[in-house]
């Protein structure tokens, strides 16, 4: 790549991330791919500040869940760090902040469409991170996390729509009315009963669920619906 273009590109990305660095080599390498110079000098690629980004990443995800969910246990924090560290994360996060425009590749990867390939921009992803970390430390890498994280945090603090809402949203959009529901059967003792319920639409097949109240029943049969639908919520 032209060497001003690269330049112009970099200046842009610093932009884009509101962060100017002090040594500028440090981005222009976490934006390096193994492949640029078809490979043969993989000591200046952005492999090193991956690994390092990698951990600072995993670290500033560790205490924002840890703030974020007080009561959580161990476990459960664990998977949610998992969902927003893993590749598909850190692609997102590359995707939000147009890395893949800044990206050195070797001209055979650019016709491959490296700059779209998760794998590779979640990569450039974590490596931006170590730089940041070692020309402005944890502050200049945390302000970058934050901003370009907030959308994969969302996610989970977003408390889940309940199954009629969703059906009855996804019901409206398609034109089938309002749902429908009917109580099919009342079984067990009066302390512990078992509602079924039918739930219907125009032009959809009914569905039924299971539930010790109306509500849940209710429920579960729009669950059902949903999931026989196919209905991604």
């Not at 840890?66 to 598909?88: D, I």
């Not at 398609?174 to 529901?181: D, F, L, R, S």
Request: charged residues 35%; hydrophobic residues 35%.
């Amino acid at each position: 790549m032209n060497p001003r273009i690269m330049s112009d590109r970099i200046k842009d990305f610093e932009a884009r991330i509101d962060y100017r660095f002090t040594d500028r080599e440090l981005l222009e390498r976490a934006l390096t791919h193994a492949s640029h110079g078809d490979g043969r000098s993989r000591a200046s690629s952005n492999e090193r500040l991956e690994f390092l980004g990698d951990r600072v990443l995993g670290l500033m995800a560790s205490q924002k869940l840890y703030e974020t969910f007080p009561h959580l246990e161990e476990g459960g924090l664990a998977q949610r760090l998992n969902a927003v560290v893993n590749k598909s994360a850190c692609a997102r996060a590359a995707r939000r902040c147009d890395l893949g425009e800044g990206l050195r590749l070797s001209a055979a990867e650019e016709r491959l469409g490296g700059r779209e390939k998760e794998s590779i921009i979640a990569d450039a992803c974590e490596a931006v991170i170590g730089a940041l970390y070692l020309d402005g430390g944890l502050e200049a890498a945390r302000a970058f996390f934050t901003t370009f994280w907030a959308d994969e945090f969302d996610k989970l603090t977003r408390r889940p729509k309940d199954a009629k809402s969703q059906l009855q949203e996804w019901a409206a959009q398609k034109g089938y009315g309002v749902p429908v529901y009917e109580t099919v059967a009342r079984k067990g003792p009066d302390h512990r009963p078992m509602f079924e319920i039918e739930v219907r639409l125009d032009g959809v097949a009914p569905a039924r669920g299971e539930g010790g109240s109306k509500q849940d029943a209710q429920r579960a049969a729009a669950s059902e619906m949903l999931k026989r639908e196919a209905v991604d919520g």
